[in-house]
């Protein structure tokens, strides 16, 4: 299940708008939807997961706050009573920028990116020309949801690529994340790719990493990768 800004969930619908935070609804008369509750958050939001089926739980993923560029987003763990009211009953600072989620069963796992740079030597590319290597890191995360006002972090896998994408396919979850070089000595050259990561998940539903493979060109669309028998294609 992945994330979005609004999610039905039994007879509710969540709408978590960036500029002003989440809003609870009552749909069971989808003709005279009710209002029946909401959590001011101005200008930290970026999107949320509903949690169950019965709209009685969800996280949100935010900054810390509007004027916070510290690069660590938070996860904020809403329940809703009876009659509609969420509240945040948990908070998680994560290490980096929040990006896809997919939630599997009660485990969330979740994708936090940084960025990083570096210089490298004219052999490890091509020969004669000094290239610079411009890539960032990723982070997978587990959480074990079983209970939301107290969730249980299960550890995380590690890659290299920014603005990576996650697919959940073949009982894996695939990541890739994208780098690129250029040389300009002696002349303007560029090199594109990505590494592409598989994720099998142990039995409590910790992650761990079974194959990296670097592809020649970028994949920037989750749809273009899956598992197909055995294989990552």
């Not at 002003?20 to 009710?34: C, E, H, I, T, Y």
């Not at 990768?225 to 055995?230: E, I, P, Q, R, T």
């Amino acid at each position: 299940v992945e994330a979005d800004i609004w999610k039905f969930s039994g007879d509710r619908l969540f709408y978590f708008n960036q500029l002003r935070g989440l809003q609870v609804f009552d749909m069971s008369d989808p003709a005279k939807p009710v209002k029946t509750g909401s959590i001011r958050m101005p200008a930290i939001g970026t999107q949320l997961q509903s949690l169950d089926d019965k709209g009685q739980r969800v996280v949100l993923f935010t900054r810390k706050s509007a004027d916070d560029y510290s690069g660590h987003d938070v996860l904020r763990f809403v329940e809703v009573s009876a009659e509609g009211t969420p509240t945040v009953v948990k908070t998680v600072e994560l290490d980096g920028y929040a990006g896809e989620s997919r939630l599997i069963g009660d485990k969330l796992y979740v994708i936090t990116t940084g960025w990083s740079g570096y210089h490298i030597g004219s052999s490890q590319l091509v020969s004669g020309n000094v290239w610079y290597w411009n890539t960032g890191w990723w982070r997978l995360h587990g959480y074990d949801l079983s209970d939301v006002s107290a969730p249980v972090a299960l550890g995380y896998v590690s890659g290299q690529g920014t603005s990576p994408v996650l697919q959940a396919s073949g009982g894996y979850l695939l990541v890739a994340g994208n780098g690129y070089a250029y040389t300009y000595s002696p002349s303007y050259q560029w090199r594109y790719w990505s590494y592409v990561s598989a994720v099998d998940f142990e039995s409590n539903g910790k992650p761990h990493l079974v194959k990296s493979v670097e592809t020649k060109q970028q994949v920037r669309d989750l749809f273009k990768m899956a598992v197909v028998n055995g294989a990552i294609v």
